[in-house]
């Protein structure tokens, strides 16, 4: 019973190790295995791999299994291979050896874990916090140990610290390398030195999507670094996000020499129709020219009709105005951004195209362009409101 067995699948053709090749031995495996297992017994077991070159190499720690854990030594074993050395998947794979003793006795919960592979230990739905970061969940840490990233894989040292193998889910694995070597610790702006750095490659489906630093404080206070952005954590909370953000220097206005006289003044003139602003009558001026549109009794008049009416005020003095004496003209109105805006912009979308800078729900500036009469050319005026300049009634002003 006390015997050790050695299962070998040699395959036909040596090749490179996928999570495929690697399900249908352990199937195999399991076919002719562990399901004649009885139910009272379990086996030790590791797992090796024979290269093209027939070098063997262990691919797995020893592990305690019985006929339940068919799904958590395939993701534990692919998770390990793929994070392990290169070699393991870059080298063509001459056969796969299963070595396992039978032993008698059942497994309590703790012993049937791989590793800590378990459906239960596995669950999304535990405790540990994530950081969503397009669309990825990362674990948030509070002290800075191995088993708040994952499921320790395997564990290698390195120059400067420890770098590790772990397991977050069946999709996404994680490679941490932790550096304890003080000569490679700095202080943070709050004069606080690095107790531990750790550097994290995110891996989901085999690739390397995310790389970030976390950075120990002590006390529960970590600083993750990640792209252009600093997290702050205290005891597992956000705490200050910091973004960087590419600036230009602020450059200098050029004077202009000459003075800018391309301006129409422009006034629009409401009524109160069934309590409702209505507009009746519109003046322009351009410094040396006046004209007014007017429309007479208009409360006269039915809703249709009445907004035919104003269309054609408007689209009049738009057709006197959009001309090329008067292209690229600014047109000012008092009070344009809270109250003129509104009633012109409605019948100036139906006139031309409409191109309005709000800013807190205000027109600050409205570009408005139009064909000519015979459509071979087009005009643009600007409008915008005086009294973003001269904050004060007309009245006010004038005097």
Known sequence: MNKWNNYE????????????????????????????LPDNHYIFFIFRLKFDNNQIRSASTLQKIDRTNKNDIIEYLYSRISLSNEAYTSTPIKSLIFSYGVRIGKLDQSENEINGFSENSLSSDNKNKFQIYYKNKLPIIKSGLVSEYGKVISENKTEDGFQFALYLNKDINIVLSVCTNPLDFNYNIYGEREQQVNNIKYIKKGITILKWTDRILGDNKIIREIGKSVYYYNNGELSLIKVEKKTRAIQSIKVRNKLENKIITMDLETILINNIHTPYCLSWYDGLKSKSYFIQGLELLENLER???????IQNAIDDICIRKYRNYKIYLHNFSKFDGYFLVKYLAKLGTCDPIIHKGKIISLKFSSFSKKGDSIYNVTFKDSYLLLPSSLRKLCN
């Not at 053709?13 to 295995?33: G, M, R, Y």
């Not at 907004?307 to 005020?313: F, S, V, Y």
Request: proline share 3%; glycine share 2%; aromatic share 8%.
């Open 9 to 36: 699948i040699k395959l036909k053709i040596p090749s490179l190790f996928t999570k495929a090749l690697l399900e249908a031995n352990v199937n195999k495996f399991w076919k002719e295995n562990m399901e004649t």
């Open 307 to 313: 907004e035919e009416k104003i269309l054609g005020m």
